[in-house]
């Protein structure tokens, strides 16, 4: 078996899309090796491999970083603030990959897997391997994989085999119509993106510490409230550094949980629950809102007098998607009083589509305050006088918890919370 800290055999321009660090795991697992031990000499013997191997990989983790990450001293080596950093990182990321290893056997065998081939995986797994995990779950077949990494479908071939022998799990489906991952390697590819958002991380403070923010952030949204102090944060974002590509994602709460811990958007925008769906997700609470009615101006029930709740069940609305937060608390709202919720015989997710059938078809429709008091269409929209009790929410950003967040992360993070309405 090749040294853990020997060049990888994959070195070379790394496809668009992959962090540039991901060539250095065995780079990372030396920094990690020589920030326990304090010196070369102890972090070969720790790990079994000869101090000239530790020494190069320090030194070629330090080149492609562009900053020393150790401090050398006649006493031993101490990390640099850089090299703290990045190691704090990589212990992230090689947790993330113990962690993948583990819940993969424990799907594949009924029996309770040993920490030590969680260890070995992780210390032994590739950037050859992790590149073609990805594109073959990507893209869902060797060739199209291969074609997106820029090698031949046999090399692609050969690492999903090296991976699957590494683990000694079947992680992948052959057929005619391409390759599919088991429940084991969907577990483990969750992980490894976790993993790999760990480099990017790295590579986010290296540009941050040059002073070349770049990158990309990419931001999921829920409907309602989200318009209120969304667009003045990416103003302000884009104003301060822009280099960085922003990129909005909207959907279902459900749909942009999943899309947070696989690593494949770095935050949720929007109404916030009560609890953290996951311990792997940290709410960061920005401001309260609460949801109204609204109608179109000309609408009759704004002539109608001792206007009650009752009262606007005689007309047709647009509702929110069903099993929805916003649906949740409309029939809420009802039900309180004794009534069922509005026929849900038109439904959106969307407030521009929602507000366009009200102010076109005149339906009626629930609204975030905030939002309709930033935006009433020209005095077209109106809130009718009929209260929605127990429908205040609170509104932030959700992350995931374990990991530091990016510097692009971190600069959103506080222009939110800088610019976010006050009470």
């Not at 409230?225 to 994602?249: E, G, K, M, T, Y």
Request: charged share 15%.
């Amino acid at each position: 078996m090749p040294s853990p800290f020997d060049r990888d055999a994959s070195a070379g321009l790394e496809p668009a899309g992959f962090p540039a660090l991901l060539l250095h795991l065995r780079g990372l697992r030396a920094l990690l090796a020589v920030s326990e031990h304090g010196t070369t000499v102890g972090a070969a013997q720790a790990v079994h491999v000869s101090q000239p191997a530790v020494t190069r990989a320090i030194g070629r983790l330090e080149d492609a970083c562009g900053c020393p990450l150790f401090e050398r001293t006649t006493r031993g080596m101490r990390a640099t603030p850089q090299g703290a950093r990045i190691a704090a990182r990589a212990q992230a990321l090689f947790g993330h990959l113990r962690q993948g290893a583990h819940e993969a056997l424990a799907i594949e065998s009924s029996r309770q897997p040993r920490a030590a081939s969680a260890e070995r995986f992780a210390q032994a797994l590739s950037s050859s391997q992790i590149r073609a995990l990805l594109a073959v779950a990507a893209s869902g077949g060797e060739s199209r994989a291969a074609a997106h990494l820029g090698i031949s479908q046999p090399a692609v071939h050969a690492s999903l085999q090296e991976l699957e022998h590494l683990l000694a799990v079947t992680l992948f489906y052959k057929r005619s119509s391409g390759t599919r991952l088991t429940p084991p390697g969907e577990a483990l590819l969750l992980r490894v993106k976790q993993a790999v958002a760990e480099l990017r991380g790295m590579d986010g403070d290296l540009a941050a510490w040059q002073g070349d923010a770049r990158g990309q952030l990419v931001i999921g949204v829920l409907p309602l409230s989200v318009p209120i102090f969304l667009p003045p944060v990416l103003q302000a974002f884009a104003a301060r550094h822009p280099a960085v590509q922003v990129r909005i994602i909207d959907g279902t709460y459900e749909t942009l949980l999943q899309h947070l811990l696989s690593a494949d958007i770095d935050a949720i925008a929007g109404a916030l629950r009560a609890q953290a769906p996951s311990p792997e997700v940290q709410q960061h609470a920005l401001f309260d809102d609460d949801l109204v009615i609204v109608a179109h101006r000309d609408h009759p029930c704004l002539r109608q007098p001792g206007l009650v709740l009752r009262d606007l069940l005689q007309w047709p609305w647009v509702t929110p998607l069903a099993h929805t937060p916003a649906e949740r608390v409309l029939h809420q709202a009802f039900a309180a009083q004794g009534l069922a919720p509005p026929a849900r015989q038109l439904s959106a997710n969307s407030p521009l589509m929602t507000l366009a059938f009200v102010m076109q078809s005149g339906l009626l429709a629930i609204a975030s305050r905030g939002q309709v008091a930033l935006n009433d269409h020209g005095g077209q929209l109106r809130v009718v006088p009929v209260a929605l009790q127990g429908t205040s929410r609170r509104i932030g950003i959700a992350t995931r918890n374990s990991s530091m967040p990016s510097p692009n992360l971190q600069a959103f993070l506080d222009l939110c919370s800088a610019t976010a309405p006050r009470p």
